[in-house]
């Protein structure tokens, strides 16, 4: 038996193109660069997945396919479709939008448009285009289930590389195909995108979701400057103001008797209060959620400082003239020793001493 041949390996960062001390990869090479998916994308693509939550993946794809394409012949538009992204139907007139129900209306479809995007809009209803496919039906407030519907979808585009975000990005690579702008050489093994659906384990499958995660990528850099980002902003702040943002802060529910030491009480009513405070504060702080740096950075300012005044005030052995909670003379009657040391007296620690706390 005549023996395999070693594997030739190419070296590393072989694709790569050096320009001085730094290394381009390949995507770089062709003007392509990184795109925050979660922040960017997400919010144009999110009107999708509402298709195929409330239709079913075959149904909510090929009725969001069928929008796109009388989208795309209301007129010669320039360059690719770029209506699988939600922004881009803010350049349609009010005669495109006439045009386009009645295009709906006749292909069988305004209904099911209206059934899926109706609690999309009644969640997002400031500047979101499909809103002029509901121009005779009167938007009401979001429900109760309008929101969980809202979180569920929302929720199930986080993973990229998950089957539910898959099949949303497939669409954006269906519709260039669809309309002839997007073409496949002999050189390149066509993407089999029936098995994201059939088989996504598989190594077709996933062979096809790096086909539609690039075009995406690919598609939205395109129409960067014509997306923009004003609905990304609205969409992610909007999200505060259908769930309020609530600071995951466990207050403590410890409780002491009517006889405990005054030590004891002050630290537990301490930490009650001074964590409320931070819980009432970050609730109340107008947070970007599209900017989030700042805040994230503030909320972790203000956990650490009021972790250390809690920490401080728990731990007694701390105490002294220049730290204490309080020095206005009453810390000698709480049990401090009087001899001028300004720490408390040894039997304060066994009275403070209890499970989680420091007492020496």
Sequence with gaps: ???????????????????????????????????????????????????????????????????????????????????????????????????????LE?????????????????????????SRLLDHVKVEPPSGRDIQLARDVVRSLFDRRAKPACAVQS????????????????????PDLNAIFSDFESEASQHACSHVRTQTNFMFMAAEKEIGDAWARYFWNRGKDLVPIKAEIEISSETYSADAHPLLKFGIDYEKHAWGIVDEI????????????????LGALLARQCNLATTLASN?????????????????????????????????????????????
């Design 1 to 103: 038996m005549a023996k395999r041949g070693k594997r030739t390996r190419k070296p590393v960062l072989s694709d790569h193109k050096r320009i001085g001390k730094k290394f381009i990869p390949p995507m770089a090479q062709l003007g392509m660069k990184e795109v925050d998916y979660v922040e960017r994308i997400i919010p144009e693509l999110v009107w999708i997945r509402y298709f195929i939550s409330t239709l079913g993946e075959r149904d909510g794809i090929h009725t969001a396919l069928r929008l796109i394409k009388e989208a795309d012949s209301l007129q010669n538009w320039e360059g690719h479709s770029k209506f699988s992204f939600q922004s881009s139907y803010r350049q349609l007139t009010e005669e495109h939008w006439q045009k386009l129900r009645v295009r």
């Design 316 to 360: 007694y052995f701390l105490w002294d003239f220049h730290a204490p909670p309080s020095d206005d003379g009453r810390l000698h009657h709480s049990g401090l020793d009087s001899q001028g040391s300004g720490r408390p007296s040894p039997q304060i620690y066994s009275v403070w001493a209890r499970p989680g706390k420091t007492s020496h």
């Design 171 to 190: 669409v954006v690579l269906v519709a260039e195909l669809e309309a002839g702008t997007v073409k496949y050489t002999s050189a390149v093994r066509f």
């Design 106 to 130: 006749e292909a069988g479809i305004g209904q099911l448009c209206q059934d899926s995007l109706g609690p999309f809009v009644r969640c997002y209803p400031t500047d979101n285009a499909f």
């Design 282 to 297: 970050w609730s109340k702080l107008p947070i970007d959620i599209y900017a989030d740096e700042c805040f994230s950075v």
